[in-house]
């Protein structure tokens, strides 16, 4: 194995796992706080990186087109939000709803190609490649820091307001919250948007990461983020602090494409990346129940031994009166 090859990719991992982080912040909120797996998020990932890539092609600046990758997020998300909240239709179905418009609508935005190369372009990245003298990924992994450490502070401050709280409140009681006179449609379709909005800005930064935007940079978009979610949890689930488990969920992306980056070293096809990512979903999800459950059994076991010889002694006791 090149070991020189193999640091440069673990650096660009990094840098891509603190980049997608942002995106796995978003599917925290609807996945960890509302109990939602938002199908919305390969759609409106997608849709943040092309709305990027085309404004900056159009001569926008590198931030405001980011920002414009933030919105169009926050929009994708506001739709299946109303989908849920005031049609009424069930969230995994109004997110994949939104996900299928969100193909043709991402086709639309790069004028039908399929995607649309930054090469030549100036980019958030870029600028600081061309203003330190750094690499791509060096520059990619310090932007991305830079954002998470603003994500991150905003949303503990934001799920310590009033509407905030009603919010997470939503997620873990939503008939108490309801009879405390919350509107929980609102918060729901507010956390939706908002999960989307992180989403959409994680998009607009991959691609002026990877000096492009492709049609099917979002596939499977979700997955990694349950991966990163789960993982973060198994390596940081202790922590009681709301910022602790924010961070654990970036901590969790960074892992997640640490271990892409050497499976990718040692050879593995790129086109089995996908299997690797539901195996690794689905081992983190099954082993902590196998765990549990092997746990259980185990005390039940101990209780019945413990309850055969409490009765044998009492037996022998009454045999010896």
């Known amino acids: 194995m090149n070991i020189a090859g193999l640091l440069g990719s673990l650096q660009g991992g990094i840098a891509q796992g603190v980049l997608w982080g942002i995106m796995v912040l978003g599917v925290y909120i609807t996945y960890k706080l509302l109990d939602i797996p938002d199908l919305t998020t390969d759609g409106s990932f997608t849709l943040g990186g092309c709305v990027a890539t085309v404004a900056i092609l159009a001569g926008v600046d590198p931030i405001l087109a980011t920002i414009m990758g933030l919105a169009a997020g926050f929009l994708a998300g506001a739709v299946t939000g109303i989908l849920h909240t005031v049609f009424e239709i069930p969230a995994i179905l109004a997110g994949i709803l939104t996900q299928?418009?969100?193909?043709?609508?991402?086709?639309?935005?790069?004028?039908?190609?399929?995607?649309?190369?930054?090469?030549?372009?100036?980019?958030?990245?870029?600028?600081?490649?061309?203003?330190?003298?750094?690499?791509?990924?060096?520059?990619?992994?310090?932007?991305?820091?830079?954002?998470?450490?603003?994500?991150?502070?905003?949303?503990?401050?934001?799920?310590?307001?009033?509407?905030?709280?009603?919010?997470?409140?939503?997620?873990?009681?939503?008939?108490?919250?309801?009879?405390?006179?919350?509107?929980?449609?609102?918060?729901?379709?507010?956390?939706?948007?908002?999960?989307?909005?992180?989403?959409?800005?994680?998009?607009?930064?991959?691609?002026?990461?990877?000096?492009?935007?492709?049609?099917?940079?979002?596939?499977?978009?979700?997955?990694?983020?349950?991966?990163?979610?789960?993982?973060?949890?198994?390596?940081?689930?202790?922590?009681?602090?709301?910022?602790?488990?924010?961070?654990?969920?970036?901590?969790?992306a960074i892992i997640y494409y640490l271990i892409r980056a050497f499976v990718l070293q040692l050879g593995m096809d790129p086109n089995d990346m996908q299997l690797l990512s539901a195996l690794l979903v689905a081992a983190a999800l099954a082993i902590p129940v196998a765990m549990r459950n092997y746990r259980q059994k185990k005390s039940y076991v101990a209780g019945d031994l413990y309850a055969d010889e409490h009765l044998q002694r009492e037996e022998k006791g009454g045999t010896d009166r």
């Open 100 to 252: 299928i418009g969100l193909w043709s609508i991402n086709l639309r935005i790069m004028d039908g190609k399929a995607n649309n190369p930054l090469l030549k372009a100036d980019t958030t990245i870029s600028f600081y490649t061309d203003l330190l003298g750094i690499t791509q990924s060096q520059a990619s992994l310090l932007v991305g820091i830079i954002l998470v450490v603003i994500v991150i502070a905003i949303l503990y401050w934001f799920f310590g307001t009033e509407i905030g709280s009603a919010l997470r409140a939503t997620g873990d009681n939503e008939d108490m919250i309801r009879a405390l006179g919350v509107n929980t449609g609102h918060t729901k379709l507010l956390a939706l948007a908002l999960s989307n909005a992180l989403i959409g800005l994680s998009g607009a930064m991959v691609a002026q990461m990877q000096k492009y935007a492709d049609i099917n940079m979002g596939r499977g978009a979700i997955v990694i983020g349950l991966a990163a979610i789960v993982i973060g949890e198994v390596l940081m689930g202790r922590a009681k602090n709301f910022g602790v488990k924010l961070l654990s969920a970036v901590v969790g």
